[in-house]
Protein backbone atom coordinates (compact mmCIF):
# COMPACT_ATOMS: atom_id res chain seq x y z
CA UNK A 1 0.00 0.00 0.00
CA UNK A 2 1.40 3.56 -0.11
CA UNK A 3 2.80 5.41 2.72
CA UNK A 4 0.70 8.30 2.03
CA UNK A 5 -3.41 8.56 1.65
CA UNK A 6 -4.37 11.03 -0.88
CA UNK A 7 -8.01 10.10 -1.45
CA UNK A 8 -9.88 9.45 1.49
CA UNK A 9 -12.34 7.27 -1.00
CA UNK A 10 -12.10 3.36 -2.15
CA UNK A 11 -8.97 2.65 -4.25
CA UNK A 12 -9.82 1.70 -8.07
CA UNK A 13 -8.74 -0.74 -10.11
CA UNK A 14 -8.43 -1.20 -14.02
CA UNK A 15 -8.39 -4.17 -15.66
CA UNK A 16 -7.52 -4.77 -18.91
CA UNK A 17 -7.30 -7.49 -21.70
CA UNK A 18 -5.57 -7.35 -25.10
CA UNK A 19 -5.03 -9.31 -28.18
CA UNK A 20 -1.53 -11.21 -29.04
CA UNK A 21 -1.29 -8.18 -31.68
CA UNK A 22 -1.57 -5.89 -28.50
CA UNK A 23 -5.28 -4.11 -29.47
CA UNK A 24 -7.54 -3.77 -26.58
CA UNK A 25 -10.41 -5.83 -25.86
CA UNK A 26 -12.17 -5.64 -22.26
CA UNK A 27 -11.83 -2.99 -19.72
CA UNK A 28 -13.41 -3.15 -16.27
CA UNK A 29 -12.76 -0.98 -13.07
CA UNK A 30 -12.62 -2.47 -10.01
CA UNK A 31 -13.84 -0.26 -6.78
CA UNK A 32 -12.09 -2.25 -4.08
CA UNK A 33 -10.20 -1.38 -0.19
CA UNK A 34 -9.96 1.95 1.23
CA UNK A 35 -6.20 3.14 2.06
CA UNK A 36 -6.61 4.58 5.90
CA UNK A 37 -3.27 6.29 7.63
CA UNK A 38 -1.10 3.46 9.44
CA UNK A 39 -0.67 3.68 13.48
CA UNK A 40 2.43 6.03 14.46
CA UNK A 41 3.29 2.81 16.87
CA UNK A 42 1.77 -0.69 17.26
CA UNK A 43 4.28 -3.20 18.95
CA UNK A 44 4.20 -5.42 21.95
CA UNK A 45 6.71 -6.75 24.54
CA UNK A 46 6.77 -10.49 25.56
CA UNK A 47 10.30 -10.89 27.69
CA UNK A 48 10.92 -13.96 29.31
CA UNK A 49 11.77 -12.95 33.01
CA UNK A 50 14.28 -15.52 33.37
CA UNK A 51 15.63 -14.22 30.16
CA UNK A 52 14.65 -11.12 29.36
CA UNK A 53 16.24 -11.15 25.89
CA UNK A 54 14.52 -14.23 25.03
CA UNK A 55 10.52 -13.76 24.17
CA UNK A 56 8.24 -16.55 26.12
CA UNK A 57 7.40 -18.99 23.26
CA UNK A 58 6.93 -22.67 25.20
CA UNK A 59 2.96 -23.43 23.67
CA UNK A 60 0.56 -22.91 26.82
CA UNK A 61 3.15 -20.86 28.93
CA UNK A 62 1.94 -17.65 31.08
CA UNK A 63 3.55 -14.15 29.35
CA UNK A 64 4.05 -12.77 33.04
CA UNK A 65 5.09 -9.54 31.22
CA UNK A 66 3.46 -8.97 27.60
CA UNK A 67 2.07 -5.45 26.69
CA UNK A 68 0.66 -3.66 23.71
CA UNK A 69 2.17 -0.22 22.68
CA UNK A 70 -0.03 2.07 20.58
CA UNK A 71 0.56 5.71 19.60
CA UNK A 72 -2.03 7.49 16.88
CA UNK A 73 -1.41 9.72 14.27
CA UNK A 74 -4.68 11.79 15.10
CA UNK A 75 -6.23 13.14 18.17
CA UNK A 76 -8.34 10.72 20.25
CA UNK A 77 -11.97 12.35 20.59
CA UNK A 78 -14.61 12.01 23.02
CA UNK A 79 -17.03 8.94 21.33
CA UNK A 80 -14.09 7.27 19.84
CA UNK A 81 -13.50 3.45 20.00
CA UNK A 82 -10.13 1.90 20.00
CA UNK A 83 -10.24 -1.95 19.13
CA UNK A 84 -7.82 -4.51 19.43
CA UNK A 85 -8.14 -7.90 17.65
CA UNK A 86 -6.08 -10.85 18.98
CA UNK A 87 -4.88 -13.96 17.06
CA UNK A 88 -7.64 -17.32 17.77
CA UNK A 89 -6.61 -19.27 20.79
CA UNK A 90 -5.63 -16.33 22.95
CA UNK A 91 -8.16 -15.93 25.59
CA UNK A 92 -8.36 -12.55 27.16
CA UNK A 93 -11.46 -12.72 28.82
CA UNK A 94 -11.04 -13.49 32.84
CA UNK A 95 -11.91 -17.23 32.63
CA UNK A 96 -13.63 -16.63 35.95
CA UNK A 97 -15.94 -14.16 34.31
CA UNK A 98 -16.64 -15.19 31.28
CA UNK A 99 -20.17 -14.16 31.43
CA UNK A 100 -19.27 -11.25 33.15
CA UNK A 101 -21.21 -8.38 31.55
CA UNK A 102 -18.70 -5.78 32.18
CA UNK A 103 -16.36 -7.47 29.95
CA UNK A 104 -13.61 -8.59 32.47
CA UNK A 105 -10.41 -8.25 30.99
CA UNK A 106 -7.32 -11.29 32.11
CA UNK A 107 -5.23 -9.65 34.22
CA UNK A 108 -5.42 -6.31 32.73
CA UNK A 109 -2.99 -2.99 33.80
CA UNK A 110 -1.77 0.11 32.29
CA UNK A 111 1.66 0.65 31.97
CA UNK A 112 3.07 3.98 32.68
CA UNK A 113 6.46 5.63 32.03
CA UNK A 114 9.82 5.16 34.24
CA UNK A 115 8.97 6.82 37.51
CA UNK A 116 5.45 6.39 37.47
CA UNK A 117 3.10 4.31 40.06
CA UNK A 118 0.40 1.52 40.32
CA UNK A 119 -2.50 4.06 39.84
CA UNK A 120 -1.33 5.40 36.82
CA UNK A 121 -3.66 5.45 33.77
CA UNK A 122 -3.59 7.46 30.00
CA UNK A 123 -7.25 6.89 29.90
CA UNK A 124 -8.65 8.28 33.26
CA UNK A 125 -12.21 8.65 32.17
CA UNK A 126 -12.53 5.88 29.53
CA UNK A 127 -13.27 2.39 30.39
CA UNK A 128 -12.51 -0.74 28.58
CA UNK A 129 -13.84 -4.38 28.29
CA UNK A 130 -12.87 -7.88 26.30
CA UNK A 131 -13.69 -10.62 24.80
CA UNK A 132 -12.65 -14.02 23.90
CA UNK A 133 -10.18 -12.39 21.67
CA UNK A 134 -10.70 -8.37 21.18
CA UNK A 135 -10.04 -5.45 23.66
CA UNK A 136 -12.28 -2.63 22.98
CA UNK A 137 -11.52 1.01 24.97
CA UNK A 138 -14.52 3.44 24.70
CA UNK A 139 -12.78 7.16 24.64
CA UNK A 140 -14.74 9.45 27.31
CA UNK A 141 -11.87 11.51 28.01
CA UNK A 142 -13.09 15.66 28.38
CA UNK A 143 -9.92 16.86 26.27
CA UNK A 144 -8.50 15.07 23.33
CA UNK A 145 -5.99 12.95 23.65
CA UNK A 146 -2.99 14.05 21.25
CA UNK A 147 -1.82 12.71 18.65
CA UNK A 148 1.51 9.72 18.97
CA UNK A 149 0.74 10.04 22.78
CA UNK A 150 2.10 6.55 23.52
CA UNK A 151 -0.59 4.16 25.32
CA UNK A 152 0.65 0.83 26.72
CA UNK A 153 -0.89 -2.24 28.74
CA UNK A 154 -1.08 -5.38 29.63
CA UNK A 155 -2.67 -8.37 29.86
CA UNK A 156 -2.41 -11.72 31.59
CA UNK A 157 -2.44 -14.19 28.63
CA UNK A 158 -1.02 -17.43 28.11
CA UNK A 159 0.09 -18.91 24.50
CA UNK A 160 -1.91 -21.08 22.71
CA UNK A 161 -0.66 -24.82 22.81
CA UNK A 162 0.52 -24.33 18.71
CA UNK A 163 1.37 -21.04 16.26
CA UNK A 164 -2.12 -19.94 14.55
CA UNK A 165 -2.74 -20.25 11.08
CA UNK A 166 -0.20 -18.17 8.89
CA UNK A 167 -2.93 -15.95 7.73
CA UNK A 168 -4.73 -15.64 11.15
CA UNK A 169 -1.97 -15.30 13.57
CA UNK A 170 -1.32 -11.30 13.31
CA UNK A 171 -2.32 -8.64 16.28
CA UNK A 172 -4.63 -5.77 14.93
CA UNK A 173 -5.45 -2.41 16.30
CA UNK A 174 -8.24 -0.14 14.69
CA UNK A 175 -9.13 3.19 15.30
CA UNK A 176 -12.64 4.41 14.66
CA UNK A 177 -13.99 7.66 15.17
CA UNK A 178 -18.13 7.43 15.73
CA UNK A 179 -20.51 9.88 14.80
CA UNK A 180 -22.67 11.23 17.88
CA UNK A 181 -26.05 11.34 16.09
CA UNK A 182 -26.02 8.40 13.66
CA UNK A 183 -23.68 6.44 15.63
CA UNK A 184 -21.95 5.69 12.49
CA UNK A 185 -17.96 4.12 12.61
CA UNK A 186 -15.45 6.07 10.45
CA UNK A 187 -11.88 4.15 10.32
CA UNK A 188 -9.02 6.89 11.08
CA UNK A 189 -6.51 4.36 11.39
CA UNK A 190 -5.14 0.77 11.74
CA UNK A 191 -1.88 -1.69 12.08
CA UNK A 192 -1.40 -4.95 12.20
CA UNK A 193 1.81 -7.22 13.52
CA UNK A 194 2.87 -10.88 12.47
CA UNK A 195 2.66 -12.78 16.14
CA UNK A 196 5.30 -14.64 17.04
CA UNK A 197 6.15 -18.73 16.65
CA UNK A 198 4.89 -21.10 19.51
CA UNK A 199 7.03 -23.87 20.18
CA UNK A 200 4.14 -26.54 20.97
CA UNK A 201 5.06 -28.40 24.51
CA UNK A 202 4.57 -32.14 24.86
CA UNK A 203 1.68 -32.33 27.79
CA UNK A 204 1.35 -35.06 30.67
CA UNK A 205 5.04 -35.73 30.65
CA UNK A 206 5.98 -39.14 32.97
CA UNK A 207 8.84 -40.37 33.03
CA UNK A 208 9.73 -42.85 35.84
CA UNK A 209 12.50 -45.25 37.28
CA UNK A 210 10.78 -48.83 36.98
CA UNK A 211 14.05 -51.18 37.58
CA UNK A 212 14.86 -53.14 40.14
CA UNK A 213 17.84 -51.56 40.12
CA UNK A 214 17.60 -48.26 41.04
CA UNK A 215 21.41 -46.94 42.50
CA UNK A 216 23.08 -44.79 40.45
CA UNK A 217 25.37 -46.34 37.76
CA UNK A 218 23.48 -49.56 38.07
CA UNK A 219 21.71 -51.01 34.65
CA UNK A 220 17.72 -50.62 34.95
CA UNK A 221 14.59 -49.66 33.15
CA UNK A 222 12.83 -46.13 32.11
CA UNK A 223 9.12 -45.22 31.54
CA UNK A 224 8.50 -42.61 29.40
CA UNK A 225 5.06 -41.03 28.57
CA UNK A 226 3.47 -37.86 27.07
CA UNK A 227 0.99 -36.80 24.66
CA UNK A 228 1.96 -35.04 21.75
CA UNK A 229 0.92 -31.90 20.19
CA UNK A 230 2.03 -31.98 16.67
CA UNK A 231 2.52 -35.38 14.47
CA UNK A 232 6.06 -36.62 14.58
CA UNK A 233 8.17 -39.75 13.15
CA UNK A 234 10.80 -39.86 16.05
CA UNK A 235 11.57 -38.78 19.60
CA UNK A 236 14.87 -37.74 20.96
CA UNK A 237 15.30 -38.24 24.52
CA UNK A 238 18.53 -36.72 25.90
CA UNK A 239 19.54 -36.73 30.10
CA UNK A 240 20.97 -33.35 30.63
CA UNK A 241 21.86 -34.75 34.46
CA UNK A 242 22.83 -36.41 36.36
CA UNK A 243 25.81 -36.76 33.87
CA UNK A 244 26.75 -40.35 32.51
CA UNK A 245 23.96 -41.68 31.98
CA UNK A 246 24.01 -44.39 28.54
CA UNK A 247 22.13 -45.19 26.38
CA UNK A 248 23.94 -47.35 23.88
CA UNK A 249 22.50 -51.03 25.26
CA UNK A 250 19.06 -49.59 25.49
CA UNK A 251 15.94 -51.76 24.18
CA UNK A 252 12.11 -51.02 24.04
CA UNK A 253 9.26 -53.19 24.56
CA UNK A 254 7.10 -52.04 21.87
CA UNK A 255 7.11 -53.96 18.58
CA UNK A 256 6.45 -50.11 16.62
CA UNK A 257 9.00 -48.53 17.92
CA UNK A 258 12.43 -48.66 17.15
CA UNK A 259 15.95 -47.39 18.15
CA UNK A 260 17.44 -46.04 15.18
CA UNK A 261 20.28 -44.01 17.36
CA UNK A 262 22.04 -44.28 20.83
CA UNK A 263 24.96 -42.22 22.18
CA UNK A 264 25.95 -41.80 25.73
CA UNK A 265 22.88 -39.92 27.61
CA UNK A 266 20.90 -39.21 24.31
CA UNK A 267 18.31 -42.08 22.28
CA UNK A 268 16.22 -41.32 19.08
CA UNK A 269 13.63 -43.90 19.06
CA UNK A 270 11.85 -43.99 15.31
CA UNK A 271 7.61 -44.41 15.80
CA UNK A 272 4.40 -42.62 14.63
CA UNK A 273 3.27 -40.04 16.55
CA UNK A 274 -0.17 -38.57 16.02
CA UNK A 275 -1.71 -35.06 17.61
CA UNK A 276 -3.51 -35.58 20.90
CA UNK A 277 -2.33 -39.04 21.28
CA UNK A 278 -1.01 -40.39 24.36
CA UNK A 279 2.34 -42.64 24.13
CA UNK A 280 4.27 -45.07 26.56
CA UNK A 281 8.28 -45.93 26.05
CA UNK A 282 10.17 -48.60 28.21
CA UNK A 283 13.54 -48.34 27.83
CA UNK A 284 15.72 -51.51 29.21
CA UNK A 285 19.43 -52.07 29.73
CA UNK A 286 19.80 -48.52 30.41
CA UNK A 287 22.98 -47.87 32.29
CA UNK A 288 22.14 -45.34 35.49
CA UNK A 289 23.53 -41.98 35.72
CA UNK A 290 26.51 -41.45 38.15
CA UNK A 291 26.03 -39.91 41.54
CA UNK A 292 22.40 -39.56 41.80
CA UNK A 293 20.31 -36.85 42.11
CA UNK A 294 17.15 -35.49 40.26
CA UNK A 295 17.21 -36.30 36.78
CA UNK A 296 16.89 -32.91 34.00
CA UNK A 297 15.76 -34.72 30.30
CA UNK A 298 15.36 -33.07 27.53
CA UNK A 299 12.48 -34.61 25.44
CA UNK A 300 11.56 -33.55 21.26
CA UNK A 301 9.99 -34.99 18.60
CA UNK A 302 10.64 -34.78 14.65
CA UNK A 303 9.35 -34.98 10.96
CA UNK A 304 12.72 -35.93 8.52
CA UNK A 305 16.14 -36.62 9.08
CA UNK A 306 18.60 -38.64 7.15
CA UNK A 307 21.82 -40.26 7.59
CA UNK A 308 24.46 -38.20 6.02
CA UNK A 309 28.28 -40.02 6.24
CA UNK A 310 26.86 -42.05 8.99
CA UNK A 311 25.95 -38.94 10.98
CA UNK A 312 22.12 -38.00 12.12
CA UNK A 313 21.10 -34.90 10.58
CA UNK A 314 17.75 -33.98 12.46
CA UNK A 315 14.70 -32.85 10.09
CA UNK A 316 11.66 -30.15 11.61
CA UNK A 317 11.44 -30.33 15.69
CA UNK A 318 7.61 -30.94 15.98
CA UNK A 319 7.20 -30.64 19.40
CA UNK A 320 9.32 -30.62 22.84
CA UNK A 321 9.63 -30.27 26.55
CA UNK A 322 13.10 -28.96 28.02
CA UNK A 323 14.45 -29.30 31.15
CA UNK A 324 11.71 -31.67 32.48
CA UNK A 325 12.66 -32.19 36.34
CA UNK A 326 9.55 -33.51 37.63
CA UNK A 327 10.77 -37.02 37.08
CA UNK A 328 11.89 -39.90 39.21
CA UNK A 329 15.11 -38.35 41.52
CA UNK A 330 18.23 -41.21 41.07
CA UNK A 331 19.16 -42.69 44.31
CA UNK A 332 22.82 -42.42 44.75
CA UNK A 333 25.24 -45.29 45.51
CA UNK A 334 26.57 -46.65 48.19
CA UNK A 335 29.95 -48.38 48.11
CA UNK A 336 31.32 -50.70 50.78
CA UNK A 337 35.18 -50.87 50.69
CA UNK A 338 35.47 -52.88 53.76
CA UNK A 339 33.37 -55.37 55.89
CA UNK A 340 34.02 -57.48 58.67
CA UNK A 341 32.66 -59.16 61.61
CA UNK A 342 34.26 -60.14 64.71
CA UNK A 343 33.43 -61.63 68.40
CA UNK A 344 34.86 -60.85 71.60
CA UNK A 345 37.54 -63.48 71.01
CA UNK A 346 38.40 -62.30 67.62
CA UNK A 347 38.63 -58.48 69.39
CA UNK A 348 41.52 -60.16 72.03
CA UNK A 349 43.55 -62.90 70.60
CA UNK A 350 46.21 -62.39 73.21
CA UNK A 351 43.71 -63.58 76.03
CA UNK A 352 42.10 -65.63 74.00
CA UNK A 353 44.68 -67.72 71.41
CA UNK A 354 42.80 -70.28 71.02
CA UNK A 355 38.76 -68.87 70.84
CA UNK A 356 40.04 -66.37 68.71
CA UNK A 357 40.17 -68.83 66.21
CA UNK A 358 36.70 -69.85 65.82
CA UNK A 359 33.88 -69.00 63.77
CA UNK A 360 31.56 -66.33 64.73
CA UNK A 361 28.60 -68.13 67.34
CA UNK A 362 24.84 -68.18 67.09
CA UNK A 363 23.45 -66.51 69.72
CA UNK A 364 27.05 -64.93 71.17
CA UNK A 365 28.20 -60.87 70.71
CA UNK A 366 29.56 -59.87 67.53
CA UNK A 367 31.00 -56.94 65.91
CA UNK A 368 30.06 -55.80 62.47
CA UNK A 369 32.73 -52.90 60.46
CA UNK A 370 31.80 -51.49 57.80
CA UNK A 371 33.77 -48.94 55.68
CA UNK A 372 31.77 -46.80 52.89
CA UNK A 373 31.42 -44.26 50.60
CA UNK A 374 28.13 -42.40 49.46
CA UNK A 375 27.61 -40.71 46.06
CA UNK A 376 25.00 -38.43 47.94
CA UNK A 377 25.89 -36.15 50.63
CA UNK A 378 24.40 -37.19 54.08
CA UNK A 379 23.36 -34.44 56.17
CA UNK A 380 22.15 -34.04 59.51
CA UNK A 381 19.15 -35.38 59.88
CA UNK A 382 19.51 -38.13 57.24
CA UNK A 383 19.78 -42.04 58.17
CA UNK A 384 21.52 -45.32 57.39
Given amino acids: ?51 PGQEVQNGGARLPSFTLQMRFPSTLANGDVIEVQAPPDFYLTDSITMTDAAGRCRGFRWVGPPGSDDLYTPLPYSNYRCTATTVTFNIEEPAPIPRDFLIEFGLEVSN ?28 KSSNAFQGWSIIPQLEAVDIQLIGANIAAEAVSAIRVAFTAVSAAEDIAIQVVSPGNFNFDQATVDASDQVVFL ?33 TDIHLTTWRGGLFQSGTWVPGTKQDEKLHFRSGFRLPGLVVVRYDKLENTFHQDPVTYPVQSMWLHQMGRPAYAEFHFHVTRTAEIGHFL
Avoid at 263 to 274: D, E, F, H, K, Q
Fill in 160 to 187: PLRTPARESNFWRCTHYGVDAVTGARTL
Fill in 262 to 294: ANGPLIRIRMSIVPDSRYTITLRGVVLGREGGQ
Fill in 1 to 51: NPSTVYDPGPTVWKLSSYNAAGLPLDESRIVSFVINPVMNLWAYTNPDPEN
